[in-house]
Nanobody, 125 residues
Framework: QVQLVESGGGLVQTGGSLRLSCAASGRTFSNYVVAWFRQAPGKEREFVAAISQSGGSTNYANSVKGRLTISRDNAKNTVYLEMNSLKPEDTAVYYC??????????????????WGQGTQVTVSS
């Protein structure tokens, strides 16, 4: 098991930027694929981005491509989500999650067995 703690959320205006962090503790962090998901009020949790164990491969949801960037620093046991050109529809609770295996489909929520508690991102219009 790996424990995950998100931070960096907040209130920002349309067009603004935020950087979310996902700090890990417990098992060897570099063994895990890490993803960001988000859940808006009244909606299902949806995939945002994923990064492979080494950081050499990434996946993004079409809705965030070109605006959000996932990265990781294994020496710091941390994954980041750089968020630019934010829109009101990006408002949600953002969760990081971890799993062992990088596959062709890394957007499946049920594949992730480790989750953080979430951090709120609110984009005002």
């Amino acid at each position: 098991q790996v424990q995950l703690v998100e931070s960096g959320g907040g209130l920002v205006q349309t067009g603004g930027s935020l950087r979310l962090s996902c700090a890990a503790s417990g098992r060897t962090f570099s063994n895990y694929v890490v993803a960001w998901f988000r859940q808006a009020p009244g909606k299902e949790r949806e995939f945002v981005a994923a990064i492979s164990q080494s950081g050499g491969s990434t996946n993004y949801a079409n809705s965030v491509k070109g605006r959000l960037t996932i990265s990781r620093d294994n020496a710091k046991n941390t994954v980041y989500l750089e968020m630019n050109s934010l829109k009101p529809e990006d408002t949600a609770v953002y969760y990081c999650a971890a799993k062992f295996t990088w596959t062709n489909i890394n957007s499946e929520l049920r594949a992730y067995g480790n989750w953080g508690q979430g951090t709120q991102v609110t984009v005002s219009s």
